[in-house]
Nanobody, 133 residues
Framework: DVQLQASGGGLVQAGGSLRLSCAAS?????????IAWFRQAPGKEREGVSC????????YYADSVKGRFSVSSDNAKNTVYLQMNSLKPEDTAVYYC?????????????????????????WGQGTLVTVSS
């Protein structure tokens, strides 16, 4: 079965950077897939952050992180990264990675402007990011 392991969270001051990793097993990145990043802050609903596809659909970013975050993949390592720069206190949240075996999630995000959690089949355990002011 597909398993995801998120890591890389920690404590950082505002303006700093962190790089999150999502290591996947149980499927090859040579096949069609989409891996997304979600986050949930205290007292807030889950928010879709970013997504990357193995197809030419490319990437998606929420408006709140556009220009600051960058998603990438290393297919040889079956790992997806989320580079977070210029971090703000409002970025504080538990960050989750999620995967789908197709590209419906990213297609919907690009069309509708929102990542839909119900379209993702597999979820990692989450990693905590805390940004101090």
């Amino acid at each position: 079965d597909v398993q995801l392991q998120a890591s890389g969270g920690g404590l950082v001051q505002a303006g700093g950077s962190l790089r999150l990793s999502c290591a996947a097993s149980g499927f090859t990145f040579d096949d069609d897939y989409s891996i997304a990043w979600f986050r949930q802050a205290p007292g807030k609903e889950r928010e879709g952050v970013s997504c990357i596809s193995s197809s030419d659909l490319g990437t998606y970013y929420a408006d709140s992180v556009k220009g600051r975050f960058s998603v990438s993949s290393d297919n040889a390592k079956n790992t997806v990264y989320l580079q977070m720069n210029s971090l703000k206190p409002e970025d504080t949240a538990v960050y989750y990675c999620a995967a789908e075996r197709q590209d419906l999630g990213i297609s919907t995000a690009l069309a509708m402007g929102v990542l839909m959690p119900d379209l993702y089949d597999y979820w990692g355990q989450g990693t905590l990011v805390t940004v101090s002011s």
